[in-house]
């Protein structure tokens, strides 16, 4: 009733927040008993996949920002640092069908990260010490780091009944989705399945990587010149 007397900002924040009620009410009718099974299906497959004591090591990744540079990082390294390496420089080296525990800890200051790993699914143990929301209890591939935060990740990077389980075998993404983030330069790489010897260094030709390097990060889906427009 007092509406008419407050600032249009105030205005417009009362109507956001009763139109984004309604949106909620409206998703919550579309979660049927069937929607709350299969959630709950998907967490009991993720509990039998991998368990915290299959884990054969425990990783801290800490996210970032140098006060001098202004650059974004993951555990001190850089993409340049990647990039300057011949692709070889890797955050972690987990052998094919291996169980690890990530501990991504926020190290910049004010700010938070919503960090996305690449390949695989993994679960969230605890944030801070504390039980993962509710909504954390699924499958992920992204999660967010608060201020400060320190999250404990169980995850298993390739399983041997899957189809792909051999070809999953090479270099993938670490980044941040804050895309300012990532592109100074909280992006990084982890290797699967890899030794030093089997990362082919040459990113100067488009041959195709070689036999034990499925995901090459230049070659695996290399550019090319498109000449079929007129």
């Known amino acids: 009733m007092f509406s008419f007397f407050l600032p249009k900002h105030v205005k417009h924040g009362l109507q956001f927040a009763k139109d984004a009620r309604k949106i909620l009410d409206y998703k919550r009718d579309l979660w049927s008993e069937e929607t709350v099974s299969e959630f709950q ?21 800490r996210v970032q920002r140098n006060d001098v ?102 270099r993938y993404m670490i980044h941040c989705h804050n895309l300012v983030h990532e592109d100074h330069d909280m992006m990084s790489q982890f290797s699967v399945g890899l030794k030093q010897s089997d990362m082919d260094p040459d990113t100067n030709t488009n041959v195709p990587p070689i036999a034990t390097d499925y995901n090459h990060p230049i070659k695996a889906d290399p550019p090319y010149a498109d000449n079929s427009a007129p």
């Open 41 to 61: 299906r998907e967490i009991a497959q993720l509990e039998a996949a991998c368990k915290e004591k299959d884990a054969k090591k425990i990783r801290n990744i």
């Open 69 to 170: 540079t202004n650059v974004w990082n993951l555990n001190d390294m850089t993409w340049d640092d990647i990039v300057a390496s011949g692709y070889k420089k890797v955050i972690a080296d987990p052998a094919l069908g291996d169980v690890e525990i990530w501990e991504i800890e926020n190290k910049s200051g004010g700010w938070f990260h919503p960090l996305h790993i690449h390949l695989i699914d993994f679960k969230v143990l605890s944030r801070n010490g504390k039980a993962p929301f509710a909504w954390e209890l699924g499958a992920k591939d992204v999660i967010y780091v608060g201020e400060a935060e320190k999250i404990r990740l169980l995850m298993q990077f390739g399983k041997k009944d899957d189809p792909d389980f051999g070809v999953q075998t090479g």
